[in-house]
C-alpha cells in the first residue's frame, strides 16, 4: 500500500542545517508530485515546498526561499528537504505529502518528523 | 498568514449538519479539504471541491461557489471531533495555501 516515511528530524541551533527524508513505497515517485508541509507546535498547517514528477516544477514558500531546498532520488523513491540557517520559528513537525496529480489534492500524508531549531 | 479564512471553531450536537466555511478563494483550482485529528497526520477528506475519497463516510460533503467553499459534516459523531483545513493551490503565488483550520466539537 503507499506509504510515506519521513526521517531525519532533530534538535538542532539556530543557523544550523538538517536534511529531512520522505521514502515513498507503494507507488513510484516517477508519476507523482510531493509536497512537504510543516506545522508549529499548536499551529494551523503552512506548506514549504513541492516537487513536480518531472523535476522541472520545483516551488518553495516565500518563508524558506533560498534557505530551504526539495530534491529527489528517483532510484531510492525518496524525496529531501535539505534546510539551512535555521531559524527557532522553523520548529515544526515536518510532513511529506503526495500530491494526487488530479487537482492539487493532496492524497496520503506521513506520520511527520519533529525539527526544534534551539540553543 | 493564511489567505483562506475559515471559522476558529464550530460546535454541534450529534444529528444536527455542521458546516465549516472557507472563503477568499481565488483562481480557477479546486480546493480540498483534510481532517486532522489530535496527535495525527491530516486526512484528505473532500477532492475537486466536491468528490470525496474512497473510504470516507458521504455524511461528509463539499460544495464550492465563487470565492468560497464549504465543507458539511451531516450528523456528527464524537470521532469527528478534529481540526479541518481548506487548502488550494494558487497560480498566482506558485504555492499551496491552507485555511486557518476549524476546530470542531461534538456537544
Known amino acids: 500500500q503507499v506509504q510515506l516515511v519521513e526521517s531525519g528530524g532533530h534538535v538542532v541551533q539556530p543557523g544550523g542545517s538538517l536534511r529531512l527524508s520522505c521514502a515513498a513505497s507503494?507507488?513510484?515517485?516517477?508519476?507523482?508530485?510531493i509536497h512537504w508541509v510543516r506545522q508549529a507546535p499548536g499551529k494551523g498547517l503552512e506548506w514549504v515546498a513541492f516537487?513536480?514528477?518531472?523535476?522541472?516544477?520545483?516551488h518553495h514558500a516565500d518563508s524558506v526561499k533560498g534557505r530551504f531546498t526539495i530534491s529527489r532520488d528517483t532510484s531510492r523513491n525518496t524525496v529531501y528537504l535539505q534546510m539551512n540557517d535555521l531559524r527557532a520559528e522553523d520548529t515544526a513537525v515536518y510532513y511529506c505529502?503526495?500530491?494526487?496529480?488530479?487537482?492539487?489534492?493532496?492524497?496520503?500524508w506521513g506520520r511527520g518528523t519533529l525539527v526544534t531549531v534551539s540553543s | 498568514q493564511s489567505v483562506l479564512t475559515q471559522p476558529p471553531s464550530v460546535s454541534a450536537a450529534p444529528g444536527q449538519k455542521v458546516t465549516i466555511s472557507c472563503s477568499g478563494i481565488t483562481g480557477n483550482n479546486p480546493i480540498s479539504w483534510y481532517q486532522q485529528v489530535p496527535g495525527a497526520a491530516p486526512k484528505l477528506l473532500i477532492y475537486a471541491s466536491i468528490r470525496r475519497p474512497s473510504g470516507i463516510p458521504d455524511r461528509f460533503s463539499g460544495s464550492k461557489s465563487g470565492t468560497s467553499a464549504t465543507l458539511g459534516i451531516t450528523g456528527p459523531q464524537a470521532g469527528d471531533e478534529a481540526d479541518y483545513y481548506c487548502?488550494?493551490?494558487?497560480?498566482?503565488?506558485?504555492?499551496?495555501?491552507f485555511g486557518g483550520g476549524t476546530k470542531l466539537t461534538v456537544l
Open positions: 516537487i513536480w514528477n518531472d523535476e522541472k516544477n520545483i
Open positions: 487548502g488550494t493551490w494558487d497560480s498566482s503565488l506558485n504555492a499551496m495555501i
Open positions: 505529502a503526495r500530491d494526487a496529480t488530479r487537482g492539487w489534492d493532496l492524497d496520503y
Open positions: 507503494g507507488f513510484n515517485l516517477r508519476g507523482y508530485g
